[in-house]
């Protein structure tokens, strides 16, 4: 595999999507979870970066995950509403997954694979953020307790806008 666009993933109603659909999208790739510290100023951020930069392209594919601490325990209905509600915010949500493990997802092992983290590879928390180009290709992995709003300058990049 050489790009994310050769993947195929499930939406938040298990239907499967190929990530072929967003060529040409910058994409920020994030694993979720509802009840986590990091949830309020991560949302807030990430759909502040959306409202501002979709019009250029950049799409936020938020996918749950329940393996750090058990903060992500809804269904996918669930974390659909309570997004909606609490935040205004309607990012493509897919499927709850695991991100690390046997049983992690293809995706983001190949998302570890290609941009290792700090130490090591493995996803360490809720809200660790893969920026991805036009290309399908990984510019940046942010960890965690990085704000999302931190990552304007490399967004506008790999738009190819400035604000």
């Given at each position: 595999m050489s790009s994310v666009y050769e993947f195929t993933v499930?939406?938040?109603?298990?239907?499967?999507?190929?990530?072929?659909?967003?060529k040409g999208k910058v994409l920020i790739i994030v694993n979720v979870a509802s009840q986590c510290g990091l949830t309020n100023k991560n949302y807030t951020q990430l759909k502040e970066l959306l409202d501002v930069y979709k019009k250029d392209g950049l799409e936020v594919l938020a996918?749950?995950?329940?393996?750090?601490a058990g903060q992500e325990p809804s269904c996918e209905v669930d974390i659909?509403?309570?997004?909606?509600?609490?935040?205004?915010?309607?990012?493509?949500?897919?499927?709850?997954?695991?991100v690390n493990g046997d049983k992690a997802s293809p995706l983001f092992k190949f998302l570890k694979n290609e941009k290792g983290g700090f130490m090591f590879d493995a996803i360490k928390w809720n809200f660790t953020k893969f920026l991805v180009g036009r290309d399908g290709k990984i510019i940046k992995r942010l960890g965690p307790t990085t704000d999302p709003k931190d990552m304007k300058k490399?967004?506008?990049?790999?738009?190819?806008v400035r604000l």
């Open positions: 499930k939406n938040a109603n298990g239907d499967d999507v190929t990530l072929s659909e967003y996918f749950p995950c329940n393996q750090f659909q509403a309570f997004v909606a509600d609490k935040f205004k915010f309607e990012p493509t949500l897919f499927q709850k997954i695991d490399d967004i506008e990049e790999a738009l190819g």
